[in-house]
């Protein structure tokens, strides 16, 4: 309907520590302090650039800007759309539907300060076209074909319910996190919507004991939903083993997502991550085992009569030629975000880095 749409990447995953007087920052993970400079997560410098204590839940958002024409643009928060890590959503020719990728990855990350073992792919349906104030979110289950292959192999797709919300009741939960400082931190708590607490959520939801303690678990309300989505989506099911989601996007209404490099969380040989302790088992190869490909792969959606997506197969796929970081120079290499156009064909953007590709590449699909 004509308004831009901005995703909010930068999204503080272990929240518990949002408010810890000493390990605050992303540069003071260790995994940081060896030189890698690549820092998102800074509360403290966001403390002193607000002048105030900043709360967590006010970032990691999908937010719209209304009257874009206009000399005085709204922004609009989308609260009710997920806080997760939004890498882009594409907006179906419903106006109600959204499908938005999340993304994760565990190559720089480490059980304290992200106990997930990749992103989720997430949907939103509005109550009423060309609103996003209200409506149901949902995260994919993908069930994997029986090869391995990521040339071949594809994903049939159901969606686990979340909860329905709106921006306006959001907001409410919202604003009780507001102040809440290093005065308040206590080892071994949280002062924000815990793992205990997303657990007692998905419990009762489920009517199941999910972490074996003789008891099913329940909670107030559903802002675990909304505040901690990724944790939700897992708690209650989803898949959570999606490598570095990329672009989403969509060409007459099918849907097209990128996957940075298929490695990590997304290969067979890694194991399945619990997403509250962190713990791996390796004997448990999760929803998505396939062989290694670091060059990536964008996959396309099966779509239903109501823009429901049912299933992902492999529509571009790059080739590694060293069997490590190298690409085919005629092929893709870590895709980033893509665009769908209107005459059916696909414009991809690599963000590779000359490991992979001499320069990074912009592709057209027809």
Not at 235 to 251: D, S
Not at 259 to 283: L, P, R, Y
Not at 309 to 319: D, M, N
Request: negative net charge.
């Amino acid at each position: 309907w004509g308004t831009p749409v901005f995703a909010e990447e930068s999204y503080f995953y272990n929240t518990s520590l949002w408010n810890h007087p000493d390990l605050h920052d992303a540069d003071e993970n260790p995994t940081f302090m060896k030189g890698n400079d690549m820092v998102f997560h800074m509360p403290k410098m966001m403390n002193r650039y607000l002048g105030h204590v900043s709360n967590p839940y006010r970032y990691g958002q999908i937010i719209e800007m209304n009257y874009p024409a206009s000399d005085n643009p709204e922004l609009v928060r989308h609260f009710v759309m997920g806080r997760l890590s939004h890498e882009n959503a594409t907006f179906m020719p419903d106006g109600k539907t959204v499908y938005m990728s999340d993304d994760d990855t565990v190559k720089y990350t480490n059980a304290k300060w992200n106990t997930n073992s990749g992103g989720v792919f997430f949907k939103f349906v509005a109550d009423h076209k060309a609103d996003l104030s209200s409506g149901t979110l949902y995260g994919a289950k993908a069930k994997q074909d029986s090869g391995t292959d990521p040339r071949t192999t594809g994903f049939d797709i159901s969606w686990v319910e979340l909860a329905h919300s709106s921006n306006g009741q959001i907001v409410k939960w919202i604003s009780e996190y507001d102040g809440i400082g290093p005065k308040d931190y206590v080892e071994g708590q949280s002062s924000f919507v815990s793992d205990v607490d997303v657990n007692n959520w998905a419990e009762g939801k489920l009517g199941k004991d999910l972490n074996s303690d003789g008891s099913i678990g329940s909670y107030p309300d559903d802002r675990p939903a909304f505040l901690e989505s990724r944790k939700a989506a897992a708690a209650l099911g989803a898949t959570y083993e999606w490598n570095k989601l990329e672009g989403v996007t969509n060409t007459n209404g099918t849907v097209y997502v990128a996957i940075s490099e298929i490695t990590e969380s997304m290969v067979k040989d890694w194991g399945h991550v619990n997403w509250a302790s962190g713990q791996k088992d390796t004997a448990d190869q999760g929803d998505i085992a396939l062989d290694k490909e670091a060059c990536g792969a964008v996959y396309r959606g099966t779509m239903s009569s109501d823009y429901n997506l049912t299933r992902l197969v492999p529509a571009v796929v790059g080739k590694t030629t060293d069997g490590k970081k190298r690409c085919d120079d005629g092929g893709i290499a870590h895709p980033d975000n893509i665009l769908g156009l209107s005459n059916g064909s696909l414009i991809i953007a690599e963000d590779a880095g000359k490991s992979a590709h001499p320069v990074d590449m912009l592709w057209l699909r027809k």
